[in-house]
């Protein structure tokens, strides 16, 4: 079966070890060739920007995006998956593809005019924090538990007109609720487990992912074990708690995976890289029908990504 994965880190490490080969690398979690292996169709390369790499300035953000094009896009072959019209093409065809997001928009600097380059050079998703306060909004583990700046309802206004999508992953509970009334558009939790199965912060409340079924956005569960167990030991398996409790709740439509491989140093027993992914299908299809577990694995990505992403025809203004 096909697999769509919304969430991974290999830029980060990239940008931090120069020498690492996309190809092989025993160091990487995601490599060419597991994602080959893993019939992994579509991969979300995330831009996070890590203290480690210095100052968290736009330059290291135009650095991953020209890491992308180089070691992944030129060299390895797979498509840059960009706009709507791109996706029915994909899902007919046979070669794989990547597409770009950041996580986190302290390198944008609070400039749109970053932004709007982000997005003319092939970024389509923002997730707005990491795990604490920047200029645009409060992160998940700030105690204050704020919402958006007004920069940052700025940054959303600006994400509406021009296409760009956006990500809750790490976004503080407040900003969560308040996103959903500034958004014109569904937008996904790409990395996020449910917390009434896991109770770590950052997993989704069920009002939360009640609201992502209500709007069509989508919910990648991740392969981070403190984001499965609590306790963060976890085999495969343990998935299926997180995968029942979103169906529960009528979410079998909005479930994806996000894996956040290369962003754990902790990997669940059976997934600790996207060659793994064809056991965990078998798996799944012995407790669930072949509709949803395809569903999961890939159709629901790529329906959000359909009527989501921006058309090359549309029109993008400069901020």
Known sequence: MKVADFHCDV??????????DFRKDPRLDVTAERLAAGNVDLQCFAIYLSERGGKLGFERILGQIDLFREKVVRSEGLQWLRWKEEVESQVLGGSSAGMLSVEGVDGLEGNLFYAQLCFELGVRFLGVTWNYANWAADGVLERRNGGFTEKGRRLVEWCNQSGMLLDVSHLSPSGFWELT?????????SHSNAAA????????ADEQIKALIAMDGRMGLTFFPWFVEDGGKAGREDLLKHIEHVCSLGGERILMFGSDFDGIDTWVEGLEHPGKYPEFAELLLRHYPEELVSG???????TFLGENLPSKKSKHSPA
């Open 11 to 20: 830029l980060s490490k990239m940008q931090n070890f120069g020498d690492i």
């Open 181 to 189: 009334e500034l958004s014109d558009r569904p937008f996904i939790a």
């Open 197 to 204: 199965i896991c109770g770590h912060p950052r997993n989704l």
């Open 296 to 302: 999961w694995l890939y159709g629901n990505a790529m």
